[in-house]
């Protein structure tokens, strides 16, 4: 394993081996590292209260130049941290959203700090520690699901598209069998999704307009990589009165 320390002094307040590889815009990376606090050392010998030690991911715009920290830094991701002493092996494991525009690699740094201004050495123990893209496969899903309506009930249509670093480029929806592409398109209002991927939803629509009966909805979407995701719904529609 790796024995990592801070300096004695107060300048020496952190450290962070670190290793960089290619990535790119849209990519997700999950890292993790087994990290303890020293069980031989402790106290004034090897820990400083405050200390805390992590994983941090961060998308770069471009490789840190030899010998220097890198100054090219877009966004970061940390893992919970350790911050107490005498504490035995555990694993610490971050995921990043997907990587912005302008990324080029991605930087794993075994990341030790303690308070700035703290005068004493700080010593843990980093082991295991892996950095991998995470592979993620599209999907899409019809909201509301498959179940059953009354003809006076309320309702967005909404389609929620997970697939990170893509877009839709194109698609068919079919009600009963019917091509409805264009009434859909003309309806709905495009949003994004924080956690990566698209929604397309028709807001105030009810179980009257759709008529009584059974219907079935199915919608392929085409993706930017030539990839496409569907999903089929069945609806029952039930007429109701109210006051």
Excluded at 25 to 35: D, K, L, M, N, T
Excluded at 62 to 69: E, K, T
Excluded at 142 to 158: E, M, N, R, W, Y
Aim: net charge negative.
């Amino acid at each position: 394993g790796l024995w990592e320390y801070t300096g004695d002094f107060i300048t020496g307040w952190w450290s962070g081996p670190s290793q960089e590889i290619g990535a790119g815009p849209g990519e997700v990376y999950r890292a993790y590292c087994w990290i303890r606090s020293d069980t031989s050392l402790g106290g004034d010998e090897g820990w400083e209260p405050g200390l805390k030690a992590f994983a941090r991911v961060c998308f770069l715009s471009n490789p840190s130049p030899p010998g220097r920290c890198n100054d090219n830094i877009i966004q970061c991701y940390e893992s919970p941290a350790l911050t107490t002493e005498r504490t035995p092996w555990g694993q610490y494991e971050v995921t990043t959203l997907p990587a912005p525009g302008g990324t080029s690699h991605v930087q794993l740094m075994l990341r030790l700090e303690k308070p700035q201004g703290t005068v004493g050495q700080s010593i843990v123990n980093f082991d295991d520690c892996f950095l991998e893209k995470v592979v993620i496969t599209p999907t899409l899903t019809i909201s509301p699901s498959s179940g059953k309506h009354v003809a006076t009930q309320g309702f967005d249509l909404t389609l929620i598209v997970e697939a990170l670093g893509l877009s839709v480029v194109g698609g068919r929806a079919t009600w009963d069998g019917s091509d409805v592409s264009a009434v859909l398109a003309s309806c709905f209002k495009p949003g994004t999704l924080v956690s990566g991927g698209q929604t397309f939803r028709c807001p105030g629509l009810t179980g009257g307009l759709l008529g009584r009966g059974t219907h079935t909805l199915e919608v392929v979407l085409n993706l930017s990589d030539g990839s496409s995701v569907s999903d089929t719904i069945t609806w029952e529609v039930k007429e109701n009165t109210e006051p």
